[in-house]
Protein backbone atom coordinates (compact mmCIF):
# COMPACT_ATOMS: atom_id res chain seq x y z
CA UNK A 1 0.00 0.00 0.00
CA UNK A 2 3.05 2.57 0.78
CA UNK A 3 4.72 1.61 -2.39
CA UNK A 4 1.24 2.58 -4.42
CA UNK A 5 1.14 5.33 -2.25
CA UNK A 6 4.65 6.47 -3.12
CA UNK A 7 4.40 6.06 -6.88
CA UNK A 8 1.07 8.22 -6.93
CA UNK A 9 2.94 10.50 -5.15
CA UNK A 10 5.73 10.40 -7.62
CA UNK A 11 3.52 10.71 -10.28
CA UNK A 12 1.39 13.62 -9.44
CA UNK A 13 4.58 15.45 -8.70
CA UNK A 14 6.07 14.86 -12.05
CA UNK A 15 2.70 15.55 -13.52
CA UNK A 16 2.70 18.95 -11.55
CA UNK A 17 6.32 19.64 -12.96
CA UNK A 18 4.97 18.98 -16.45
CA UNK A 19 2.42 21.24 -16.36
CA UNK A 20 4.95 24.04 -14.75
CA UNK A 21 7.18 23.69 -18.05
CA UNK A 22 4.22 23.29 -20.01
CA UNK A 23 2.90 26.69 -18.55
CA UNK A 24 6.59 28.48 -18.68
CA UNK A 25 6.51 27.46 -22.13
CA UNK A 26 3.34 28.90 -23.18
CA UNK A 27 4.13 32.02 -21.47
CA UNK A 28 7.07 32.29 -22.99
CA UNK A 29 5.11 32.12 -26.58
CA UNK A 30 2.89 34.61 -25.43
CA UNK A 31 5.41 37.23 -24.75
CA UNK A 32 6.35 37.54 -28.28
CA UNK A 33 6.64 40.61 -30.43
CA UNK A 34 5.98 41.17 -33.87
CA UNK A 35 8.76 40.74 -36.49
CA UNK A 36 10.51 44.34 -37.51
CA UNK A 37 11.95 42.28 -40.22
CA UNK A 38 8.22 40.65 -41.95
CA UNK A 39 8.26 41.13 -45.02
CA UNK A 40 4.73 42.55 -46.26
CA UNK A 41 1.82 39.68 -46.83
CA UNK A 42 -1.01 39.44 -49.33
CA UNK A 43 -3.78 40.15 -46.16
CA UNK A 44 -4.26 41.21 -42.69
CA UNK A 45 -6.38 39.42 -40.83
CA UNK A 46 -7.31 40.59 -37.11
CA UNK A 47 -9.73 39.05 -34.84
CA UNK A 48 -11.91 41.19 -32.88
CA UNK A 49 -11.72 41.20 -28.92
CA UNK A 50 -10.49 44.42 -28.50
CA UNK A 51 -9.77 48.08 -30.31
CA UNK A 52 -6.17 47.96 -30.25
CA UNK A 53 -6.16 44.98 -32.40
CA UNK A 54 -8.03 46.59 -34.84
CA UNK A 55 -6.18 49.70 -34.63
CA UNK A 56 -2.64 47.64 -35.49
CA UNK A 57 -4.43 46.31 -37.83
CA UNK A 58 -5.53 49.41 -39.77
CA UNK A 59 -2.04 50.74 -39.00
CA UNK A 60 -0.31 48.17 -41.12
CA UNK A 61 -2.76 48.63 -43.56
CA UNK A 62 -1.66 52.31 -44.28
CA UNK A 63 1.49 51.58 -43.87
CA UNK A 64 1.46 48.91 -46.61
CA UNK A 65 1.96 45.85 -44.42
CA UNK A 66 -0.73 43.63 -46.81
CA UNK A 67 -3.57 45.41 -49.79
CA UNK A 68 -6.04 43.84 -47.97
CA UNK A 69 -7.31 43.40 -44.74
CA UNK A 70 -10.03 41.25 -42.88
CA UNK A 71 -11.86 42.05 -39.50
CA UNK A 72 -12.54 38.24 -38.33
CA UNK A 73 -15.64 38.15 -35.77
CA UNK A 74 -16.90 41.90 -36.41
CA UNK A 75 -19.91 42.58 -34.47
CA UNK A 76 -22.88 42.00 -36.46
CA UNK A 77 -24.18 45.45 -36.70
CA UNK A 78 -20.73 46.72 -37.47
CA UNK A 79 -20.49 48.79 -41.14
CA UNK A 80 -17.68 49.86 -42.69
CA UNK A 81 -18.17 53.36 -42.24
CA UNK A 82 -18.60 53.28 -38.52
CA UNK A 83 -15.45 51.66 -38.49
CA UNK A 84 -13.82 54.48 -40.15
CA UNK A 85 -15.99 56.85 -37.80
CA UNK A 86 -15.04 55.35 -34.87
CA UNK A 87 -10.63 54.68 -36.13
CA UNK A 88 -10.81 58.08 -37.18
CA UNK A 89 -10.21 56.85 -40.78
CA UNK A 90 -11.42 58.53 -44.22
CA UNK A 91 -14.28 55.91 -45.58
CA UNK A 92 -12.81 56.09 -49.01
CA UNK A 93 -9.76 55.20 -47.49
CA UNK A 94 -11.21 51.73 -46.56
CA UNK A 95 -13.68 50.93 -49.62
CA UNK A 96 -12.70 47.82 -51.40
CA UNK A 97 -9.59 47.23 -48.91
CA UNK A 98 -11.52 46.47 -45.54
CA UNK A 99 -13.40 43.48 -45.70
CA UNK A 100 -15.97 42.77 -42.23
CA UNK A 101 -16.89 39.41 -41.45
CA UNK A 102 -19.68 38.59 -39.08
CA UNK A 103 -19.67 35.07 -38.65
CA UNK A 104 -17.13 33.94 -36.42
CA UNK A 105 -17.71 34.34 -32.41
CA UNK A 106 -14.74 32.02 -31.29
CA UNK A 107 -11.21 31.34 -32.36
CA UNK A 108 -11.94 28.53 -34.22
CA UNK A 109 -14.75 30.29 -36.21
CA UNK A 110 -12.54 33.28 -37.16
CA UNK A 111 -10.47 30.37 -38.60
CA UNK A 112 -13.04 28.59 -40.64
CA UNK A 113 -14.11 32.48 -41.61
CA UNK A 114 -10.40 33.40 -42.68
CA UNK A 115 -10.06 30.41 -44.62
CA UNK A 116 -12.76 31.07 -46.68
CA UNK A 117 -11.98 35.04 -47.52
CA UNK A 118 -8.30 33.41 -47.81
CA UNK A 119 -9.39 30.77 -50.13
CA UNK A 120 -11.94 33.12 -52.20
CA UNK A 121 -8.91 35.30 -52.86
CA UNK A 122 -5.71 32.61 -53.93
CA UNK A 123 -4.21 34.48 -50.84
CA UNK A 124 -1.15 33.14 -49.82
CA UNK A 125 0.73 34.70 -46.97
CA UNK A 126 -1.30 36.38 -43.96
CA UNK A 127 -0.10 38.74 -41.44
CA UNK A 128 -2.40 37.58 -38.47
CA UNK A 129 -3.44 40.50 -35.20
CA UNK A 130 -4.72 39.27 -32.38
CA UNK A 131 -3.85 39.72 -28.71
CA UNK A 132 -0.24 39.06 -27.50
CA UNK A 133 -1.71 36.13 -25.14
CA UNK A 134 -4.23 35.07 -27.84
CA UNK A 135 -1.57 34.51 -30.39
CA UNK A 136 -0.61 30.94 -29.39
CA UNK A 137 -3.77 29.10 -29.84
CA UNK A 138 -4.83 31.11 -32.63
CA UNK A 139 -1.78 30.26 -34.54
CA UNK A 140 -2.84 26.60 -33.96
CA UNK A 141 -6.64 26.93 -35.03
CA UNK A 142 -5.28 29.05 -38.17
CA UNK A 143 -2.82 26.67 -38.84
CA UNK A 144 -5.29 24.07 -39.32
CA UNK A 145 -7.78 25.73 -41.03
CA UNK A 146 -5.27 27.52 -43.44
CA UNK A 147 -2.68 24.53 -44.71
CA UNK A 148 -0.22 25.94 -47.01
CA UNK A 149 -0.82 29.81 -46.12
CA UNK A 150 2.42 31.42 -44.46
CA UNK A 151 1.19 33.31 -41.42
CA UNK A 152 3.23 36.47 -39.38
CA UNK A 153 1.84 37.05 -36.36
CA UNK A 154 1.91 40.26 -34.98
CA UNK A 155 1.19 40.06 -31.14
CA UNK A 156 -0.64 43.23 -29.50
CA UNK A 157 -0.14 43.69 -25.65
CA UNK A 158 -3.38 45.58 -24.74
CA UNK A 159 -2.56 48.17 -22.62
CA UNK A 160 -5.42 47.29 -20.28
CA UNK A 161 -4.02 43.81 -19.32
CA UNK A 162 -1.25 46.11 -17.63
CA UNK A 163 -4.25 47.48 -15.57
CA UNK A 164 -5.76 44.10 -14.30
CA UNK A 165 -4.75 43.28 -10.79
CA UNK A 166 -2.13 40.83 -10.21
CA UNK A 167 -4.14 37.78 -9.50
CA UNK A 168 -6.47 38.57 -12.81
CA UNK A 169 -3.82 38.70 -15.35
CA UNK A 170 -2.76 35.00 -13.95
CA UNK A 171 -6.55 34.15 -14.18
CA UNK A 172 -6.68 35.33 -17.50
CA UNK A 173 -3.42 33.56 -18.55
CA UNK A 174 -4.02 30.12 -17.15
CA UNK A 175 -7.15 30.42 -18.68
CA UNK A 176 -5.70 31.05 -21.98
CA UNK A 177 -3.61 28.21 -21.31
CA UNK A 178 -6.02 25.54 -20.89
CA UNK A 179 -7.98 26.91 -23.66
CA UNK A 180 -4.63 26.18 -25.77
CA UNK A 181 -3.96 23.03 -24.50
CA UNK A 182 -7.92 21.85 -25.56
CA UNK A 183 -7.05 23.21 -28.87
CA UNK A 184 -3.47 21.58 -29.16
CA UNK A 185 -5.12 17.99 -28.43
CA UNK A 186 -7.54 19.19 -31.29
CA UNK A 187 -10.72 19.25 -28.61
CA UNK A 188 -11.79 22.02 -29.89
CA UNK A 189 -13.98 20.40 -32.86
CA UNK A 190 -16.17 19.04 -30.43
CA UNK A 191 -17.13 21.92 -28.15
CA UNK A 192 -20.49 23.35 -28.89
CA UNK A 193 -20.45 25.95 -32.27
CA UNK A 194 -21.39 29.39 -31.38
CA UNK A 195 -20.97 30.97 -34.88
CA UNK A 196 -24.68 30.18 -35.81
CA UNK A 197 -26.01 33.00 -33.23
CA UNK A 198 -24.09 35.79 -35.04
CA UNK A 199 -25.25 34.64 -38.33
Known sequence: MRRWLLRLGVAGLLALLALGVAFQSFLAAARGVPDPAAPPAEAIIVLTGGAERVETALRLLDDGAAPLLLVSGAHATLTLAELARVHARPLPALAGRVVLGHAAATTIGNAAESAAFARARHIGTVRLVTADYHMPRALLEFRRALPGVALQPHPVRP????????????????GEFVKYGTAAAGLTRYLPARESARR
Open 159 to 174: AAFANLPRARRWALLF
